[in-house]
């Protein structure tokens, strides 16, 4: 069965530092990889996604991740937060074939940034 | 922008009693999921449904679950007798297509708490 883990439960920066939440899978297949934001009281929303081709992927707001194959990793990057980016992240993983669409999530890091 | 919705945001039931949750998918997507994250723990898969059928399950989802597409628009997650271990925050997804590269849009969530 495939995992999902997040090695940051709890990140405090103050603003303009550079984040970095790492996660790494566990699943010897190939596999789509999301990074998913819950704001206080809002939706979990979208913040990238992997599929295939270039490994340095871009989402909204900033937000980078990449995907390193033989480290199973897909961290999630950010050179200079802001105190709007203070939410849980939370990694996620399908298989491409055989396991349904079921997302795997990781147990989240709640991220702070402070004034 | 499309959004998923779910009714109530927070129930509260005694231990025994049935409970169904609701979720409005975004209207164009074909492909509904439930989740739920006991506080404190992962994101954990439950159900996916399509083609007015399950299309895939876990462990989780025993006889106690069961999930229903009444009508054109709702989509509804039915517990037959809550115990104190189903307290958690509900999620309702929907995507566009079981095809594993869609994204899956969350609903706010359900916050069931069981007495």
């Known amino acids: 069965a495939q995992s999902v883990s997040q090695h940051n439960h709890h990140v405090i920066l103050s603003e303009a530092a550079s984040l970095e939440l790492g996660c790494n899978y566990s699943?010897?297949?190939?596999?789509?990889l999301f990074w998913y934001v819950q704001y206080p009281g809002q939706h979990l929303q979208l913040l990238l996604k992997y599929f295939s081709g270039d490994p340095l992927v871009k989402g909204i707001k900033g937000f980078e991740a990449e995907f390193i194959k033989s480290k199973f990793s897909f961290n999630l990057r950010k050179p200079s937060v802001q105190w709007s980016d203070t939410a849980e992240y939370f990694c996620a993983v399908n298989r491409v074939t055989g396991g349904g669409n079921k997302l795997t999530f990781g147990t989240g890091t709640q991220l702070k940034v402070e004034l | 922008e499309p959004e998923v919705t779910q009714t109530p945001s927070h129930q509260v039931t005694q231990m025994g009693q049935e409970v169904i949750l609701r979720c409005v998918p975004i209207?164009?997507?074909?492909?509904f999921y439930w989740y739920r994250q006991i506080l404190g723990q992962k994101v954990e898969f439950l159900v996916s449904f399509y083609n007015n059928e399950i299309s895939e399950k876990s462990e989780i989802f025993d006889d106690q679950f069961s999930v229903e597409r009444p009508d054109g628009s709702n989509f509804t997650l039915k517990i037959r007798s809550t115990k104190l271990e189903d307290s958690a925050m509900y999620f309702c997804?929907?995507?566009?297509?079981?095809?594993?590269?869609?994204?899956?849009?969350f609903g706010p969530g359900t916050r069931l708490t069981v007495l």
């Open positions: 209207s164009n997507h074909l492909y």
């Open positions: 997804a929907s995507s566009e297509s079981p095809i594993p590269y869609n994204e899956q849009f």
């Open positions: 699943y010897g297949g190939t596999v789509n």
